[in-house]
């Protein structure tokens, strides 16, 4: 059933100049799994959390190494992410083989924006439900690179997208200046941990089962850790006190949901959007 009569399509513009389905692409987003990107004046990392759709599945990769010096974490769909990556790994290599020398990483994700766009204008497809955080290491030092369904993409410093990510946002700006001259890559880990367990109900904490990290930097290729590869940079954190348990109460409508409610497979966007109509008869 259709919300408005104007979300039929991604070629229809609503009176205020909306597009609805980029909307709806940009829920996807805010509903997938939560994810975070800093970097040092040496070093990018990733830091992502995984999800698991049943007990009797494992967990979903969210970390995706493009190439030796570029890779991304995931929030959205998990389809439409692995058809990005390949056409990412695809202009990697193509690079590589033409120039026998790396991609530099704001090329790639212009090139990636590119494609992103098309979807927006054309008929007949719909824009993809998943934004990037792109972490990668070139001559001009360390990147990390968010992008958007609505083919959008930025330059940070740090950045935390997925559901609850405004908890990890709040984190990071208050550490901003601290991250550009961290030199233990260690301490750079512990701060994106930190700002990923903050998008975590109380009830639930960072393990090795439910938690990915990456590190690329200078002379360091792009190191993707999983399970028990994790425990040493959650140990960092392990003792320490969640301040989001004492400064963040939870809402009613937190309180009565299942704690790992959000920890699914995204489900259709339901974004709190305007009505058309009644904006149109006032204008």
Not at 34 to 63: D, F, M, Y
Not at 102 to 131: D, I, M
Not at 225 to 251: G, M
């Amino acid at each position: 059933m259709f919300r408005n009569q104007y979300d039929n399509d991604v070629t229809v513009w609503s009176p205020q100049g909306r597009i609805h389905q980029i909307e709806y692409a940009m829920e996807a987003v805010k509903q997938g799994a939560a994810t975070v990107g800093i970097k040092s004046n040496t070093h990018a990392i990733l830091v992502a959390l995984k999800r698991s759709s049943s007990e009797l599945s494992a967990h979903q990769k969210k970390i995706i190494s493009i190439d030796d010096h570029i890779g991304i974490s995931i929030a959205g769909l998990t389809a439409d992410a692995r058809s990005l990556s390949r056409f990412m790994r695809t202009e990697c290599l193509n690079n590589q083989y033409a120039y026998e020398t790396p991609l530099p990483v704001s090329r790639l994700v212009t090139t990636v924006g590119s494609k992103l766009q098309v979807c927006t204008q054309r008929y007949g497809r719909r824009p993809f439900g998943v934004g990037l955080l792109v972490a990668g290491y070139d001559n001009l030092g360390p990147h990390i690179y968010q992008t958007c369904p609505s083919a959008n993409y930025f330059d940070c410093k740090a950045m935390a997208i997925g559901a609850r990510s405004q908890s990890a946002r709040t984190y990071l700006e208050k550490h901003l200046d601290a991250f550009q001259n961290i030199t233990d890559l260690e301490m750079l880990v512990a701060h994106g941990l930190r700002a990923l367990r903050d998008t975590l109900p109380n009830e639930i904490d960072l393990n090795t089962k439910n938690c990915s990290v990456a590190i690329v930097g200078k002379n360091h290729p792009f190191t993707v850790y999983e399970d028990d590869d994790v425990a040493k940079f959650l140990a960092l954190i392990e003792s320490e006190e969640r301040k989001s348990s004492v400064t963040k109460p939870r809402t009613e409508a937190a309180a009565t949901a299942s704690p790992m409610e959000e920890d699914k497979e995204p489900r259709e966007p339901t974004p709190q959007v305007a009505t058309d109509t009644d904006e149109h008869m006032e204008s």
